[in-house]
């Protein structure tokens, strides 16, 4: 993989791409597939597990360095997602215990968000075109921008179109190769920014169908262990040129 300094000397883009951590649908999906059609599973949240694994992502990131180096987080407008961006990339110094265990989801997102958006942190911007697989299952229906907004206060949502959710419908899932098609928009969308170092916080669905469909179209052939399924809260890190992405 290229460094940051030869990847900025060949007009590459450095892409670190995250799936959001471990949600409640994805612990009662593990029990019973069908739970991902129930509404209480609305726009899931983070589980305990998933809160612990950003704690880990977010060491990780520091030990890493790449906090330093990345310019701007790109985030699904989810609750899941943004949870993640913002407590794995919203501060370089958050401890894990200066989110008290008895707040409720609501409340620890507003501290979270209170304490990020006081610090000179990396931009986050929600962007709807990395969101996961649309349709029929409610756990990737969203919320409203303004509730996103009172809980998110460290997120740019100025590029969301639609106060409410306008993509999601109750009676059509996306196929894959939708899912894929929407993804390749969001590469091209990426290489309008001026950042050359990008984190994403997406979806296991969406990142994977991208990546495969980018790695099909494309003359330069796509490491295969880009290609299978992320992990709750697996960052992989990939450089890209614009021709790579213009080929997909």
């Given at each position: 993989m290229d460094t940051a300094a030869e990847a900025q000397l060949q007009g590459l883009k450095i892409l670190h791409l995250v799936r959001h951590a471990q949600g409640t649908h994805n612990v009662a999906a593990e029990e019973n597939r069908d739970e991902l059609m129930s509404y209480d599973h609305l726009d899931a949240p983070l589980s305990c597990l998933g809160r612990q694994q950003v704690c880990d992502l977010r060491k990780d990131v520091h030990e890493r360095g790449l906090f330093q180096r990345i310019e701007l987080v790109i985030t699904s407008p989810m609750t899941r997602a943004l949870q993640t961006a913002v407590g794995v990339f919203g501060r370089k110094d958050?401890?894990?215990?200066?989110?008290?265990?008895e707040q409720s989801t609501e409340d620890r997102d507003k501290t979270q968000n209170a304490i990020s958006s006081t610090l000179n942190c990396i931009p986050i911007l929600a962007v709807e075109l990395c969101r996961e697989m649309l349709g029929?299952?409610?756990c990737n229906?969203?919320?409203?921008?303004?509730?996103?907004?009172?809980?998110?206060q460290a997120v740019d949502f100025s590029l969301a179109k639609s106060e409410d959710d306008n993509l999601w419908t109750a009676d059509y899932r996306e196929s894959?190769?939708?899912?894929?098609?929407?993804?390749?928009?969001?590469?091209?969308?990426?290489w309008t920014r001026k950042e050359r170092e990008i984190a994403v916080v997406s979806h296991g669905i969406f990142l994977q169908q991208t990546l495969m469909a980018l790695g099909?179209?494309?003359?330069?052939?796509?490491?295969?262990?880009?290609?299978?399924?992320?992990?709750?809260?697996?960052?992989?890190?990939?450089?890209?040129?614009?021709?790579?992405?213009?080929?997909?």
């Amino acid at each position: 993989m290229d460094t940051a300094a030869e990847a900025q000397l060949q007009g590459l883009k450095i892409l670190h791409l995250v799936r959001h951590a471990q949600g409640t649908h994805n612990v009662a999906a593990e029990e019973n597939r069908d739970e991902l059609m129930s509404y209480d599973h609305l726009d899931a949240p983070l589980s305990c597990l998933g809160r612990q694994q950003v704690c880990d992502l977010r060491k990780d990131v520091h030990e890493r360095g790449l906090f330093q180096r990345i310019e701007l987080v790109i985030t699904s407008p989810m609750t899941r997602a943004l949870q993640t961006a913002v407590g794995v990339f919203g501060r370089k110094d958050l401890a894990d215990d200066e989110l008290d265990e008895e707040q409720s989801t609501e409340d620890r997102d507003k501290t979270q968000n209170a304490i990020s958006s006081t610090l000179n942190c990396i931009p986050i911007l929600a962007v709807e075109l990395c969101r996961e697989m649309l349709g029929v299952q409610p756990c990737n229906k969203r919320r409203s921008i303004s509730n996103y907004k009172s809980r998110f206060q460290a997120v740019d949502f100025s590029l969301a179109k639609s106060e409410d959710d306008n993509l999601w419908t109750a009676d059509y899932r996306e196929s894959n190769e939708e899912v894929a098609a929407r993804g390749i928009k969001f590469f091209k969308w990426l290489w309008t920014r001026k950042e050359r170092e990008i984190a994403v916080v997406s979806h296991g669905i969406f990142l994977q169908q991208t990546l495969m469909a980018l790695g099909a179209k494309s003359y330069t052939p796509m490491p295969k262990d880009l290609l299978t399924r992320f992990r709750n809260c697996e960052l992989r890190s990939i450089s890209m040129s614009v021709t790579f992405v213009d080929e997909g």
